[in-house]
């Protein structure tokens, strides 16, 4: 087992739920590296945990996991500092909702980038180094739409269906091994004023599964140290996931579609 000083390694720290896991490490007494897009707000967020938790050690990168070699300049920052990585949070990801063609294609290239393989990417390079510590603990942050066909929706849940299905295969490659690999599936979180927006929008069904970053975050956090395998936080989204077990799937295609045109128009 190395010695050196271990860190929590979060992506998408500067905003949402990164933001809320990368405080909530920071309170249970860990040092955390905040990796984002190279944005004002990145270091906002670091020299207000640094303000906070003057005797824990924050550090943040920027940079932009959607072009290619970027999870690979990560990797290297952290070796070049001598960062050791204990927890690896896989939080970064990006969202739409619209009729396919309403992106241009350079849009989902980068949404595919960013979803799956920088965090592909990310466990790879870091894998090694968690195998080194008595445990390590892999988050990845996926979502309720990694359980369902979504029109208007498709891409953003079937590359959260990649993750989870990454996730679920991985996890019983290393049931043996020290390191530990938990999937958050969250549904609708208050991340921001565009998505409030676009959850109001919703109705009824998106608010009685509404959650703050912060709830989310303990939430993940406390059943990752537990080695619980998923993650649904709410009683609600809980009961959803097992409505479609029940509901055939063009019905659920219906109903899904219904829900998510409104946020296309």
């Given at each position: 087992m190395t010695t050196k000083k271990k860190y929590t390694l979060v992506t998408g720290a500067s905003n949402g739920i990164g933001r809320a896991i990368a405080e909530n490490c920071a309170s249970r007494g860990f040092n955390v590296l905040l990796v984002a897009l190279p944005e004002?707000?990145?270091?906002?967020?670091?020299?207000?945990?640094?303000?906070?938790?003057?005797?824990?050690?924050?550090?943040?990168?920027?940079?932009?996991?959607?072009?290619?070699?970027?999870?690979?300049?990560?990797f290297d920052w952290c070796q070049n500092n001598?960062?050791?990585?204990?927890?690896?949070?896989?939080?970064?990801?990006?969202?739409?909702?619209?009729?396919?063609?309403?992106?241009?294609?350079?849009f989902y290239f980068g949404q595919m980038q960013l979803n799956m393989v920088a965090l592909v990417m990310l466990t790879y390079h870091f894998l090694p180094g968690l195998q080194k510590f008595n445990k390590g603990y892999i988050l990845n942050v996926g979502s309720m739409a990694s359980f369902y066909d979504i029109p208007y929706k498709g891409i953003y849940a079937a590359s959260k269906?990649?993750?989870?299905?990454?996730?679920?295969?991985?996890?019983?490659?290393?049931?043996?091994s020290s390191v530990k690999i938990s999937l958050l599936c969250p549904a609708a979180v208050l991340t921001n004023p565009d998505v409030i927006i676009r959850d109001r929008e919703m109705g009824l069904a998106s608010k009685l599964t509404q959650q703050t970053p912060e709830q989310v975050?303990?939430?993940?956090?406390?059943?990752?140290?537990?080695?619980?395998?998923?993650?649904?936080?709410?009683?609600?989204?809980?009961?959803?996931?097992?409505?479609?077990?029940?509901?055939?799937?063009r019905m659920q295609l219906r109903m899904l579609a219904n829900a998510f045109i409104k946020q296309s128009r």
């Open positions: 004002p707000k990145l270091n906002e967020v670091t020299a207000a945990l640094k303000e906070k938790y003057p005797n824990q050690e924050f550090h943040s990168f920027g940079t932009n996991l959607m072009e290619e070699g970027s999870p690979k300049l990560v001598g960062f050791e990585i204990d927890i690896l949070v896989n939080n970064a990801g990006l969202g739409n909702a619209g009729a396919f063609l309403s992106k241009p294609s350079e269906q990649f993750v989870r299905s990454f996730s679920s295969s991985l996890r019983y490659e290393l049931k043996d975050a303990e939430y993940a956090m406390s059943r990752l140290f537990k080695g619980k395998a998923v993650s649904i936080p709410g009683v609600v989204p809980k009961f959803y996931k097992g409505l479609g077990y029940i509901l055939p799937q």
